[in-house]
């Protein structure tokens, strides 16, 4: 079992910046993979950025040049630092990590609300 749990996130406005974290804890030996996905109101969850072991990267094309996506393996932790926001960014965010034997894991999410 991995648990996730994310901080960051909140109201910004159109043109800012925001930073997320989330921290795994558990097994997380078996962690090959973490990153993030949203879900905006009325819309299926989407991939926005995600992180392998050997620090591969693939980004969503939305938010390709204005989105970095790191992690500290040594603190089980990943960040997402998005520049740049849009009133289209408004979502919920939510944490991943996917483990072998495969399985993923969630957190609970944290709202990102852009302003205009």
């Known amino acids: 079992q991995v648990q996730l749990v994310e901080s960051g996130g909140g109201l910004v406005q159109a043109g800012g910046s925001l930073s997320l974290s989330c921290v795994a804890s558990?097994?997380?030996?078996?962690?090959?993979?973490m990153g993030w996905y949203r879900q905006a109101p009325g819309k299926q969850r989407e991939l926005v950025a995600i992180?392998?072991?050997?620090?591969?990267?693939n980004y969503a094309e939305s938010v390709k040049g204005r989105t970095t996506i790191s992690r500290d393996n040594a603190k089980n932790t990943v960040y997402l630092q998005m520049n740049s926001l849009k009133s289209e960014d408004t979502a919920v965010y939510y944490c991943?990590?996917?483990?072998?034997?495969?399985?993923?894991?969630w957190g609970q999410g944290t709202q990102v609300t852009v302003s205009s």
């Open positions: 992180i392998d072991n050997g620090g591969s990267t």
């Open positions: 991943v990590a996917q483990t072998l034997p495969w399985m993923e894991y």
């Open positions: 558990g097994t997380t030996s078996r962690i090959t993979a």
